[in-house]
């Protein structure tokens, strides 16, 4: 059993930075693959970025490329979600997720494990 624990969430202005945090705790962390998704109300949960259990390859939905940085320490069970020149449109709950069957994946139904979200709010 995996728990993820996401923090760092918060309400900022159009154009700043924040950085999210998914802390895990159970099975050899860098076992996993994970992913970050987001969610509005009445959407469905969508991809943002995925890193592979090394942490050698990164993956990024195209409205978040070139904005956004996925990253994880190993050591300290925890994958990092870095957001900068954030937009109103990315004001959403963010969740951070894991999979163990695959090295990374964009589709929700292939990650076992989820945080409870963080929000992330952006005002214009």
């Known amino acids: 059993q995996v728990q993820l624990v996401e923090s760092g969430g918060g309400l900022v202005q159009a154009g700043d930075s924040l950085s999210l945090s998914c802390v895990a705790s159970?099975?050899?962390?860098?076992?996993?693959?994970m992913g970050w998704f987001r969610q509005v109300p009445g959407k469905e949960r969508e991809f943002v970025a995925s890193?592979?259990?090394?942490?050698?390859?990164?993956y990024y939905d195209d409205s978040v490329k070139g904005r956004f940085t996925i990253s994880r320490d190993n050591a300290k069970n925890t994958v990092y979600l870095q957001m900068k020149d954030l937009k109103p449109e990315d004001t959403a709950v963010y969740y951070c997720?894991?999979?163990?069957?695959?090295?990374?994946?964009?589709?929700?139904?292939?990650?076992?494990?989820w945080g409870q979200g963080t929000q992330v709010t952006v005002s214009s």
């Open positions: 890193i592979t259990g090394s942490g050698l390859s990164t």
């Open positions: 159970g099975r050899p962390f860098s076992k996993y693959g």
């Open positions: 997720a894991g999979n163990s069957a695959y090295s990374w994946s964009i589709s929700r139904e292939q990650y076992s494990y």
